[in-house]
């Protein structure tokens, strides 16, 4: 089926979003197509394509056909006898291809309303694999501060002992228990965020809020990009629903020049006839039977002529509308583009500055060793070590979010 093909396209085109993953990366992909089975969005978009599909049954058919009966109060008397009642049949027909014309313009706008379904898919795919990402970040982030903290304690501990010797002060030790206490509530407020971040990806797979998702243990940023084919973006589906729009147009204007035309009637009266008791005649009593034929012809016809310049008016419409969604689109593609350029260039010196940062933990231990250590150099180091790792898993979430807008915008 149409739908199959183009779900289980959607269903691999964040494919390259997992390179360089471990196998837990596979999470991403169940959650996906639990999404595309479950979202509410996705499933009230089928339905209105379901029901825009069935409305093509709906106009195959012509106007009902009409009956009427008639009682002659006053029976009307004719040389073979009084008229007693009048019975009528009536069926106007659309002129020849006028249903198929209205059959092909219903068509079209079924057709362009699947792709609403595709859009609705890629769109989902790209939320949920956003917010799969945030909680991967928020994550990441809570292993570095609870590391950190750990770190600190360390330094406390041997705060405490140079505190002992005399080499240390008190205060030392408050600068360092206040760190850890400021590290600790940002551990808790992500902790927070972290369980809002997991109530909205599952909202997104219409599932229980309080479900835990599995994360995978570690993304990295891939050595190479997948080559971006940027021709893709001319077949994105957001465009392809204005190109079916301008053709259920064209299908609409085929209709006007068809519904302008004549419609043919064809019927027949009956008319029950008494017979004459007063003389004997030839066909006396006989009932009248009289087929009929009608045409009806708009010839007031002004109102096809105008639907026919609004037709007009509305492609070029589309026509304006479609080169402007599609330079939003191109400028979302480049901004993509770009920031996942700057987020692999921001991984890069991040993971520099935070080798730096460690290299200076190492002496600030040797030197510990000889007896003399600077506590406000731990801290400071400490808090730089810490923004570089920080800075660091954001520019991996960068990456993988960008991808992900890439994705939308050049995957079929």
């Given at each position: 089926?149409?739908n199959?093909?183009?779900?289980l396209?959607l ?6 979003c997992?390179?360089?993953l471990?196998?837990?990366a596979q999470?991403?992909?169940?959650l996906i197509?639990e999404?595309?089975k ?10 209105q394509y379901?029901?825009?599909s ?6 195959n ?17 004719t040389?073979?006898?009084?008229q ?10 659309p002129?020849f291809g ?9 068509s079209?706008?079924?057709?362009a309303?699947y792709?609403d ?10 939320s949920v ?6 909680l ?10 609870t590391?950190?903290?750990k770190l600190?304690?360390?330094y ?5 002992t140079?505190v002992?010797?005399?080499k240390?002060?008190a205060?030392d030790?408050l600068?360092?228990q206040?760190?850890?206490n ?6 808790d407020?992500?902790?927070?965020q972290?369980?809002a971040e ?6 997104l797979?219409?599932r229980d809020d309080a479900?835990?998702v599995?994360?995978?243990d570690?993304?990295?940023i ?7 084919n ?7 589906p957001?465009?392809?629903k204005y ?9 609409s204007?085929?209709l006007?020049?068809k519904?302008?035309s004549p419609?043919i009637?064809?019927?027949l009266d009956y008319i029950?006839?008494?017979?004459r ?9 006989k009932d009248?039977?009289m087929?009929?034929?009608?045409v009806?012809?708009?010839i007031?016809n ?5 639907i026919?310049?609004q ?6 419409e589309?026509?304006?509308q479609k ?5 939003s689109?191109e ?5 993509a583009i770009k920031?996942?350029i700057s987020?692999?260039?921001?991984y890069?010196?991040q ?11 190492g002496?600030l231990?040797?030197s510990?060793e000889t007896?003399t250590i600077?506590f406000?150099?731990?801290l ?8 570089f790792?920080m800075n660091q898993?954001?520019?991996i979430k960068?990456y993988?979010?960008?991808?992900a807008i890439i994705n939308?915008?050049?995957n079929?």
């Amino acid at each position: 089926m149409k739908n199959k093909g183009h779900y289980l396209k959607l269903v691999l085109f964040l494919g390259f979003c997992f390179i360089g993953l471990n196998t837990h990366a596979q999470k991403l992909e169940v959650l996906i197509d639990e999404a595309i089975k479950n979202n509410p969005e996705i499933q009230k978009v089928e339905l209105q394509y379901s029901i825009a599909s069935e409305k093509v049954i709906e106009v195959n058919s012509i106007p009902n056909t009409e009956f009427a009966v008639g009682y002659f109060i006053s029976e009307p008397e004719t040389r073979t006898g009084a008229q007693r009642a009048r019975i009528s049949v009536k069926q106007m027909l659309p002129w020849f291809g006028s249903i198929t014309a209205r059959e092909n313009y219903v068509s079209s706008l079924a057709d362009a309303k699947y792709e609403d379904i595709v859009i609705a898919k890629r769109k989902l795919i790209t939320s949920v694999s956003q917010s799969y990402y945030n909680l991967y970040t928020n994550k990441a982030k809570q292993l570095v501060l609870t590391e950190n903290i750990k770190l600190l304690e360390t330094y406390e501990t041997l705060a405490l002992t140079s505190v002992e010797v005399g080499k240390a002060s008190a205060v030392d030790v408050l600068r360092l228990q206040m760190r850890q206490n400021e590290m600790q509530q940002l551990k808790d407020v992500l902790q927070q965020q972290f369980l809002a971040e997991q109530t909205n990806l599952n909202n997104l797979l219409n599932r229980d809020d309080a479900m835990s998702v599995q994360l995978i243990d570690e993304l990295i940023i891939p050595s190479e990009d997948v080559e971006i084919n940027l021709g893709e973006l001319a077949l994105h589906p957001e465009l392809l629903k204005y190109d079916k729009h301008y053709k259920s147009v064209e299908q609409s204007e085929l209709l006007n020049q068809k519904e302008s035309s004549p419609m043919i009637g064809f019927g027949l009266d009956y008319i029950p006839v008494s017979e004459r008791t007063d003389m004997n005649l030839i066909d006396n009593g006989k009932d009248i039977v009289m087929p009929m034929v009608s045409v009806s012809i708009p010839i007031f016809n002004k109102k096809y002529k105008s639907i026919s310049k609004q037709n007009e008016l509305q492609q070029q419409e589309i026509n304006y509308q479609k080169q402007e969604r599609l330079n939003s689109l191109e400028t979302l593609l480049d901004k993509a583009i770009k920031e996942r350029i700057s987020a692999r260039i921001s991984y890069v010196t991040q993971t520099k500055n935070l080798k730096q940062a460690k290299d200076a933990e190492g002496i600030l231990i040797k030197s510990y060793e000889t007896g003399t250590i600077d506590f406000n150099d731990v801290l400071d180091i400490q808090e730089l070590q810490l923004k570089f790792q920080m800075n660091q898993i954001e520019s991996i979430k960068t990456y993988y979010v960008q991808t992900a807008i890439i994705n939308y915008l050049t995957n079929r």
